[in-house]
């Protein structure tokens, strides 16, 4: 049952759409022409993901790297760079258990957990990122949910 939601045209597409996202408002590594084919190629990178899905035994992970930017003179700051389809996975499967998880936690939760607004039924902004008036980075993190 959950390998056949995970492998859905509407859990990836919404996968995609999520990633896509990311891409442009989390500080990830972004290559824009990553991007630009990731929206030329649409279709085609959803129904290979399916296709991928489905067959388990076909799934190869993509692999992902990561390097260290200066953040200070003392720290650097670690960067993660995901393929485009990498990603796009790593959101269908967290999609999948958060709308099977997310109901049966509490409306009302103090520790890391992304926060519920449930007239846009989506999950939004991690609580880590909170501020006293508001957000610290002013970015806000949207995963769409089907709840």
Not at 70 to 90: A, G, I, M, N
Request: overall charge positive; aromatic content about 8%.
């Amino acid at each position: 049952m959950l390998m056949q939601q995970l492998a859905s045209r509407e859990n990836v597409t919404r996968a995609f759409e999520n990633a896509l996202t990311e891409r442009f408002t989390d500080e990830h590594a972004m290559f824009q022409s990553e991007n630009t084919h990731a929206k030329a190629n649409k279709n085609e990178i959803i129904d290979s993901l399916i296709e991928e899905l489905k067959n388990q035994a076909s799934y190869q992970p993509r692999l992902g790297f990561y390097y260290e930017v200066p953040k200070s003179p003392l720290v650097d700051r670690p960067v993660v760079y995901l393929p485009f389809e990498e990603l796009v996975v790593h959101y269908a499967f967290i999609q999948v258990i958060a709308d099977v998880l997310d109901p049966q936690l509490l409306g009302c939760c103090f520790a890391n957990r992304l926060n519920r607004r449930p007239k846009e039924k989506r999950l939004s902004q991690s609580l880590q990122t909170l501020g006293g008036q508001g957000t610290t980075s002013g970015r806000k993190r949207v995963l769409k949910t089907t709840q």
